[in-house]
């Protein structure tokens, strides 16, 4: 280990040291062991019966092969690993995180998985479900953690399924080859949600043999059953689903907002590498739907969707008007955008039209989207079906304002740098090792710079916006999710490997940790926000001006906690821990 590493591993460590106890799990360890470096324990539910509040689970690298479960009594299922200890509070967390430098694989390839079908009763035999990572805690941290082969008998199974949770923040991880969704969380609890996905992959999930069908249920990422106005919002940035057998990213009957960000969605409701089509796999790329009580208005921002076996972005009949921004749909074999929708009484489950348009304040709001080619759904006019007025006609409704559609443009090649990406053309090989839009993300977690479906000088798209307070480059904004001239549309997480700390010898300092190449001068203005996303202030020019970015997130909120920084298209993630002299 050369002195460079050797020095950013002493200070990750020294940095979880400050937080709390720190513990270890590998593959060749012991839970019989005291969980230390030198005798680190084997799983990671031993490492969950003893931490607290500030604690860190350093997981070494390897395959760890699941083949035992547990009982989780409160969802009546089974789990490999079954996390249930809390932290306190975002700056307080209980951290899972993948060792620096290695790769933990958690393989569920003989994990014995529950057979109970449409019901359970109640115990460990009849359990319907299995998932190899289960989450029911509040405040935790996961990052740079493989799941993957988990099997099925009736009912798919989660890569990683989080239940009745709290601001879990799940970072870097990937889920594939699972018998069922890569991610579930479940939020039908009191006072769930709030989790972060930062820069996560769910890929190549199948569900073969459910009762429900053929490929019915593994989608790439899902959150569902959240109730109206309780818990916080959740929020995927970065995130890529792709060659899942139902839906890239799914949120039926969510009923708090969530939001997307800057995620990919590309070949959904195919398997096997993209050459199998299961029968019963929906293929849609974005679905935002379907809310009841009217209360899921979703954001879809910078998005991008391409070759799914339906609709780009679907929502999938929903009662509830979403925000979709600055997206591009590209070569969807249904349609690039389908506002499908309908309407429910208050109760959430008189359904008053099997299909209507949203209107009004509830209506669709669709701004600066590229659809190439300009095939839509249910946008401009719609057609409605008011069962208790036999009614069946076509009506008009919303169109958007400033999308390829309204201002008549219908792209070509010549408007992109590229149409080619190895994600278009190749199949029957795993993308997740193709340098390509969806191959290896870069070291700091960041997706891939590649020209695919980049406006490339002279576009017919480029300064066609309307400003929606997005970073822009030209005059105004441009259409799609990639604004030309400006370096990376990544909602990378930039973190740590350098400290600073305070001379006081009384009283808690501060010590942020961020790589050494982010400590480089920037220029502002950048936001500020938590975990949850909510916006906390903004640096300004002068408070940036001879100072690094870490610098003056501690000079201005000194707190310490994990702050995300919007600068540009870049997201930033300053570590600010707290050490006691």
Known sequence: ???????????????????????????????????????????????????????????????????????????????????????ESDDKRIHYLAYPGERPIFDGANLPVAEGEEHSDGTPEGAMYTSPIVISA?????????????????????????????????????????????????DGADDGGGHIFLNCDAHDNYDPTGWQGDGENADGFGAHYQKPGQGDTTRFIGCRAWWNSDDGFDFINQEYPVVLENCYAMGNGYSDYGRGNPKNGNGYGIKMGQSTYGTGHHIIKQCVAWKNKSSGFYANYTNAGSQWLNNTSYMNEDRAYSMASTLYAEDGKTRLAEVAPLTGDNAHVLKNNI???????????????????????????????????????????????????????????DLSKIPGILGPRKADGSLPDVDFLRLKKGSRAIDKGEDLGFPFAGKAPDLGAFEYGMSSSSSAAKSSSSAKSSSSSKDSSAAIMAKKAHFAEISGPADVFDLQGRYLGTLQPEELRGKSLADAIRAKFRNPGIYLVRHGHNLHRIIMWTFYQ
Not at 57 to 66: E, M, Q, S
Not at 402 to 422: G, I, Q, R, V
Request: hydrophobic content about 40%; some cysteine; proline content about 4%.
């Open 1 to 87: 280990m050369g002195k460079k590493l050797t020095f950013a591993l002493w200070i990750a460590l020294a940095a979880a040291q400050a937080f709390g106890a720190v513990y270890y799990v590998a593959p060749d360890g012991k839970d019989s062991d005291a969980g230390s470096e030198s005798k680190p324990f084997a799983t990671l539910n031993k490492a969950n019966e003893v931490v607290k509040a500030g604690d860190t689970v350093w997981i070494r690298g390897g395959i760890y092969d699941l083949n035992d479960t547990v009982f989780f009594e409160r969802y009546k299922m089974t789990a490999g690993i079954l996390l249930t200890a809390s932290g």
């Open 138 to 186: 509040k405040f935790l941290h996961l990052k740079g953690i493989e799941v993957r082969n988990t099997p099925m008998k009736h009912n798919s199974n989660s890569g990683v399924f989080l239940y009745a949770s709290k601001h879990i923040f799940l970072e870097e991880m990937e889920s594939h080859h699972n018998a069922g969704p890569g991610f579930f969380a479940n």
């Open 371 to 429: 659809a190439f080619p300009n095939k839509l759904s249910q946008i401009g006019t719609c057609w409605e079906k008011i069962s208790s007025q036999d009614i069946d006609h076509y009506v008009d409704c919303p169109a958007g304002e400033n999308n390829t559609w309204n201002l008549k443009l219908d792209l070509t090649e010549d408007d992109f740098a590229s149409l080619d990406d190895p994600s278009m053309t190749v199949t029957g090989e």
